[in-house]
Structure formats: structure tokens, C-alpha cells
């Protein structure tokens, strides 16, 4: 069936630090992918998006590649900074409408 | 333009009992997905309606039900509460409009907790 493994957490960083948190997909048919990050006590929020193999989303500072060779769909970002603090999620999107989610990934970045 | 809303925000019931929550979908959205947020986990789809019809439904129980109003607000019913029934559950609404996909935007949710 379908599924995302994202790397577990927590990752705790220093501000200005590289991130990088992996993510790998299993799909039939070629899905959507995503990464949606959690603030403490809020809703899922889009971070960014790619619809097709080699597309980069991007946004904010944060990048991601839909590799299909791999199955993955990475997150990175230069430099982080305290306030990107969250819990990060990878989906994809199967059917119409439906994502399916990985177990997120908890960022802790200290100043 | 008004984003999605939930209510209430906690819930607190005891095993056995029935509840339902509610979501208002942002202007002009026609679609509303709930899903299920257990403690450290990635949220579960429960379901979808699109134009007052459900469209889709996950690996939920019949006792997980759903209604969608003409102004495409909807409500989650859940009968005879489980303890595993505790989570924060989430409501998003999009615009669908032919086979393609729009971006998903997501309520604050609301934390259920079932003594």
C-alpha cells in the first residue's frame, strides 16, 4: 500500500545549522508530495510541494527534490534558525484528496 | 477571507458516549477531509465529502460518521467512544474542481479526550 517513513526525532540543532530530514515514499502510479510542519498547540501548515519526478518545492528557506529513482523527497535547509522549531511531515498524495502522512519529525533548534 | 475553523477546541467525554465536532471550511471550498492525529503520530484520513457526499473514507469504523452541509461546513460524529479514541482530530478544506489538486488547508483541530 501506500506509505512515508520519515526519519525519527528528535533533531536538535544549533541556529545557523544545516537540516536535512529524510523522507522515502511507497506508492503505486507516480504521487504528489508534500511537507507540512506542526507549531506547537496549531493546524498542519503546507510548507511546500512537488507534483512530479525532479521537481524542487521550495519555500522559505526550505527545499525538497521528488527523486523517483530513490523514492525519497528530503527536506533541507541552510540555515535554521529558532523560530523553525516544529514538528515537520512528509505526505503523499494517493486518490482524490486523500494524504497520507509519515509520523513527523520534531525540530528543536537552540540559539 | 476566513480560514478553517474547529470547534470546540478540547473535549473531554467518558467511554461509551457520542460526540461531534464541528468545522466551518474556508470561503469557496467545496471539499472537507477530517483526519486523526494520535499523540506523536502523522494524522489518518477518516473521510472526505465533496458536495455533500462522502468521497472517500480511510480505515475507520462505521461508528465514525460524517455530514457535510450545504455551506460546506461538516461535523465528525463518533458513537460509543474507545479510549483510543483520544487524539487531536483535524478537519481540512479545499477546492476541488475536475481531477486536480488544490492545497489542503487545515484547522487548529480539536484534542478529544475520552476517560
Known amino acids: 500500500g501506500n506509505s512515508v517513513t520519515q526519519m525519527e526525532g528528535p533533531v536538535t540543532l544549533s541556529e545557523e545549522a544545516f537540516l536535512t530530514i529524510n523522507c522515502t515514499y511507497t506508492?503505486?502510479?507516480?504521487?504528489?508530495l508534500f511537507w507540512y510542519v506542526q507549531y506547537p498547540g496549531e493546524g498542519l501548515q503546507l510548507l511546500l510541494k512537488?507534483?512530479?519526478?525532479?521537481d524542487k518545492g521550495s519555500n522559505k528557506g526550505f527545499e525538497a527534490t521528488y527523486r523517483k529513482e530513490t523514492t525519497s523527497f528530503h527536506l533541507e535547509k541552510g540555515s535554521v534558525q529558532v523560530s523553525d522549531s516544529a514538528v515537520y511531515f512528509c505526505?503523499?498524495?494517493?486518490?482524490?484528496?486523500?494524504?497520507?502522512f509519515g509520523t513527523g519529525t520534531r525540530l528543536l533548534v537552540s540559539p | 477571507e476566513t480560514g478553517v475553523t474547529q470547534s470546540p477546541t478540547h473535549l473531554i467525554k467518558t467511554r461509551g458516549q457520542q460526540v461531534t465536532l464541528r468545522c466551518s471550511s474556508q470561503?469557496?471550498?467545496?471539499?472537507v477531509s477530517w483526519y486523526q492525529q494520535a499523540l506523536g503520530q502523522g494524522p489518518q484520513f477518516i473521510f472526505q465529502y465533496y458536495r455533500e457526499e462522502e468521497n472517500g473514507r480511510g480505515n475507520f469504523p462505521p461508528r465514525f460518521s460524517g455530514l457535510q452541509f450545504p455551506n460546506y461546513s461538516s461535523e465528525l460524529n463518533v458513537n460509543a467512544l474507545e479510549l483510543d479514541d483520544s487524539a487531536l482530530y483535524l478537519c481540512?478544506?479545499?477546492?476541488?474542481?475536475?481531477?486536480?489538486?488544490?492545497?489542503?488547508?487545515f484547522g487548529p483541530g480539536t484534542r478529544l479526550t475520552v476517560l
Open positions: 470561503s469557496g471550498h467545496n471539499t
Open positions: 506508492a503505486t502510479g507516480y504521487p504528489s
Open positions: 512537488a507534483t512530479k519526478a525532479d
Open positions: 505526505a503523499l498524495l494517493t486518490g482524490f484528496q486523500k494524504l497520507v
Open positions: 481540512a478544506s479545499s477546492l476541488v474542481s475536475g481531477q486536480s489538486y488544490n492545497e489542503q488547508f
